[in-house]
């Protein structure tokens, strides 16, 4: 996935997260994953598998389209 996309789903999920009250840390124990995974998700540092994306879409309580909504 081309980096300038990445940074968007970052900046997505990060969006996400804080307007539902969560820290890296809250999300990462939803979804069985570190907080740093999160931190590097949300820094565009790492391609995301889809089937941790749908995780983070199921912790968020939102559809996984949310997340590419750029």
Do not use: W
């Not at 789903?9 to 804080?18: P, V, W, Y």
């Not at 820290?23 to 740093?36: C, M, P, V, W």
């Amino acid at each position: 996935m081309p980096e300038k996309y990445l940074k968007k789903l970052g900046q997505n999920i990060r969006s996400l997260r804080k307007s539902k009250k969560l820290s890296q840390e809250k999300l990462a124990e939803l979804i069985g994953k570190s907080r740093n995974y999160i931190g590097m998700i949300e820094r565009a540092e790492c391609n995301v598998p889809s089937k941790t994306l749908f995780e983070i879409a199921i912790a968020l309580n939102t559809h996984p389209k949310e997340l590419f909504d750029f």
